[in-house]
């Protein structure tokens, strides 16, 4: 197993514009995570599914983004209309439903909005 | 709301010395602390976790402490390596969801 993996690495687009983030978690992993890092800060939860279902979002998930986990494989994060703000390194993270101690990151997805 | 705060944003320490990386946190509820290592353009990285039934946990050279008591764990590092150079991130969750709330993250620079 190589591990999560993110796709596509960086992305740069213009203000108003919708990118579409995406997800390999680790497989059989039931728990994916993802997470907004800006600037100097910490990671900080957007949103988690257990096999496809979503079970969380968090405040900061406005109504522009959309994650899916079809199948409770691969992930998506949609994010629409982009503003400056949403610029940030985006992580996914999965976890094994048994064992929750630990989660393993993806490399991030680095999103500039110009 | 930050659950989890890590006061000191850059810590240098001498090649073979100790490092010693702080966090403290307000959520007594949390269950698992962790600390990830994160090197740039690169995910974080698991590195050691801690129950909250525990006070201590050791895996080579790194130990963490917890003290539930100030809300507060440390990371020590021992002997500290240039390959430690990296930014350490301060995490906890529950157990109901296992969501993790990071700290702001401690830049370690070990100097040879």
């Known amino acids: 197993d190589t591990g999560v993996s993110q796709d596509p690495r960086h992305k740069i687009t213009k203000r108003g514009q919708n990118v579409t983030f995406r997800c390999d978690p680790i497989s059989e992993h039931n728990r994916l995570y993802w997470y907004r890092q800006t600037l100097g800060q910490g990671p900080e939860f957007l949103t988690y599914?257990?096999?496809?279902?979503?079970?969380?979002k968090s405040r900061l998930l406005s109504d522009r983004f959309s994650a899916e986990r079809p199948k409770g494989s691969f992930s998506t994060l949609e994010i629409q209309r982009t503003e400056q703000g949403d610029s940030a390194m985006y992580l996914c993270?999965?976890?094994?439903?048994?064992?929750?101690?630990?989660?393993?990151f993806g490399p991030g997805t680095r999103l500039t909005v110009t | 709301d930050q659950q989890v705060k890590q006061n000191s944003p850059s810590l240098s320490v001498q090649e073979g010395r100790i490092s010693i990386l702080n966090c403290d946190y307000t959520n007594s509820m949390f269950d698992y602390f962790l600390w990830y290592k994160k090197y740039p353009a690169e995910g974080p990285t698991f590195l050691i976790s801690?129950?909250?039934?525990?006070d201590k946990n050791e895996d080579g050279r790194f130990t963490v402490f917890l003290n539930k008591s100030a809300k507060h764990l440390s990371l020590h590092i021992v002997p500290s390596q240039p390959g430690d150079s990296a930014v350490y991130f301060c995490a906890a969750y529950t157990s109901n969801d296992y969501k993790l709330s990071f700290g702001a993250g401690t830049t370690v620079t070990v100097r040879a």
């Open positions: 993270a999965s976890t094994p439903n048994t064992i929750p101690l630990e989660q393993y």
């Open positions: 801690i129950s909250s039934i525990k």
């Open positions: 599914f257990q096999n496809e279902a979503q079970l969380e």
